[in-house]
């Protein structure tokens, strides 16, 4: 599958999240601060910094 066609999914250690939408602001689902980015996949309201460290190695 091209990258155009999973627009969220993990390019080394970073998500490409350059067809996320933006509206208005909503608590994230991580961290409960307000967001303003959707997430690519789900459509929810996430931090980008949050959906990277959820997949971090821990």
């Not at 350059?18 to 690519?40: F, K």
């Amino acid at each position: 599958m091209s990258d155009d066609q999973n627009p969220g999914r993990v390019h080394g250690r970073l998500l490409d999240w350059r067809h996320a939408s933006v509206g208005d602001p909503a608590p994230c689902v991580r961290c409960r601060r307000p967001a303003l980015m959707r997430n690519p996949d789900t459509g929810r309201p996430e931090h980008k910094v949050c959906a990277e460290a959820a997949l971090a190695p821990n």
